[in-house]
């Protein structure tokens, strides 16, 4: 019983951590799409790939950021 509570908790974890990832992605490229750099020269909103990257990144650190101690 023990081992499938903890299952259960690091798989919340994870379900947690992806949908704070995924929502961070689409801001990240929504930022590139309305706002972006025309010319190209910006290193983050120049470029979808990166933009959306750095969304993701940036959601995964928020995600961590929340207390990891509720029950």
Do not use: D, Q
Not at 2 to 17: G, Q, S
Not at 40 to 60: K, R, W
């Amino acid at each position: 019983m023990r081992e499938f509570v903890l299952r259960t908790i690091v798989n919340k974890k994870w379900i947690k951590r992806s949908v704070f990832a995924m929502t961070g992605a689409l801001a990240g490229f929504a930022y590139y799409y309305f706002i972006g750099c025309n010319s190209g020269t910006c290193p983050i909103s120049g470029n979808p790939y990166i933009s959306t990257a750095y969304g993701a990144a940036m959601g995964l650190i928020i995600s961590s950021t929340k207390n990891e101690h509720e029950r």
